[in-house]
């Protein structure tokens, strides 16, 4: 498995953790946050580099530029399906769609 697959793998298993989802929302700042990951990665056994979840957590702000990570950020980079979740607006909505989730969620 390539390093970087077997890093994704990793985030994605520590993000299936509410707990650790909620102590990045809470953190002061991005660093703070993936201090956070790392010392959660850590006690799994997981190497995850700060440089590397920094270009992660850079890649999904890309797609939506939140001041923090909002929950569903956190469950996307998790792998989980967050399409369905409550009454929210869903991410599929791009400029492709036009904002008519009708056949693109």
């Known amino acids: ?24 929302r809470a953190a002061r700042d991005q660093k703070t946050a993936i ?20 270009q992660a957590f850079d890649d999904v702000k890309l797609v939506r530029k939140p001041v923090r990570l909002s929950e569903r950020e956190l469950l996307a980079l998790a792998g989980r399906n967050v399409a369905d979740a409550s009454s929210e607006n869903k991410l599929c909505h791009t400029d492709s ?3 008519n989730h009708g056949g693109c969620c």
């Open 97 to 99: 769609c036009g904002g």
């Open 35 to 54: 201090k956070r990951v790392v010392a959660a990665g850590a006690k799994q056994g997981f190497t995850l580099p700060e440089v590397w979840l920094q």
């Open 1 to 24: 498995m390539a390093k970087n697959q077997k890093q994704f793998t990793q985030l994605q298993e520590l993000l299936q953790s509410a707990t650790l989802r909620k102590q990045i």
